[in-house]
């Protein structure tokens, strides 16, 4: 079934519905010229995340983003799927060889299995506010509450955790409106996706920050979850070819919060 969000495509980019590996799709956009640029949103969001940033960013290259799995307009998963395969049939379905890859939490940490999986491929890193695969985060009352939440499939409890946790700037501040709208529009699609996430142990990108070897920006708001920062400073430490920008006034959702910044980093990073 699909969503029935049924947004209008923005002016002047192309939708279509890429088939995903084992059946299904994914709801993807692509606008501008120029070299490519792949933006991955985060858990609990879906490619809207990215509206104030792509019509600048467009202007100076070809920029795809796309609905994760079972979020936004893609299709809900019916057995176990890989966010990294998902990634590479979104390149391959436009005939990309390479891109610069753009993810934000949980599509940062999909960025760098990728890059890791297929260094040829990804031209540069911007990694926003970015998750890592290895990485063992503390376990708090916040954790125990996600966990609760969606052991009891209650979508409105999930919902209210991640803009309390995540969304900690509120309605008022930039981006606001949108950012509830995401994560009310996702909750029910997260809990009924999160099971079928393919799961790999030996998948450790935190212990090999060190083959990275495309460039990489590592940027995040000053308002985000305290982890995100200590993984953005061990990123930084440890990927050859990284520097580390904190964005003032901005939490999880950079992108809407602070999007000129953000596109200023982008342009100067991908130049």
Do not use: K
């Amino acid at each position: 079934m699909r969503s029935n969000a049924d947004r209008p495509a923005p002016l002047g980019a192309v939708e279509v519905d890429i088939p995903a590996p084992g059946g299904g799709w994914l709801r993807a956009e692509r606008r501008g010229t120029g070299s490519p640029v792949v933006l991955l949103h985060g858990a609990g969001m879906d490619a809207r995340l990215w509206d104030a940033v792509v019509p600048e960013l467009a202007r100076n290259h070809d920029v795809v983003r796309y609905d994760a799995r079972g979020l936004g307009r893609s299709s809900l998963p019916d057995q176990p799927f890989d966010d990294v395969e998902d990634l590479r049939a979104v390149l391959d379905h436009f005939g990309l060889d390479h891109a610069a890859l753009v993810g934000l939490s949980m599509g940062g940490e999909t960025a760098l299995d990728f890059a890791l999986a297929h260094p040829g491929r990804v031209s540069a890193l911007a990694l926003v506010g970015a998750s890592v695969s290895g990485h063992v985060w503390p376990q708090d009352p916040q954790s125990s509450a996600y966990a609760t939440a969606r052991r009891q499939r209650d979508a409105a409890a999930l919902a209210a955790l991640e803009l309390s946790i995540w969304a900690s700037l509120g309605r008022t501040a930039a981006g606001g409106e949108l950012i509830e709208a995401m994560v009310a529009d996702n909750a029910e699609r997260r809990i009924t996706s999160e099971p079928f996430f393919a799961h790999f142990p030996d998948r450790n990108a935190e212990s090999r920050l060190c083959d990275i070897a495309a460039p990489v920006l590592v940027i995040h708001g000053d308002q985000d979850h305290p982890e995100i920062a200590a993984i953005a400073d061990r990123l930084v430490a440890d990927i050859p070819d990284a520097h580390g920008v904190v964005v003032p006034d901005a939490d999880h959702y950079l992108p809407l919060r602070s999007p000129e910044r953000l596109v200023e980093q982008l342009l100067s990073h991908l130049a």
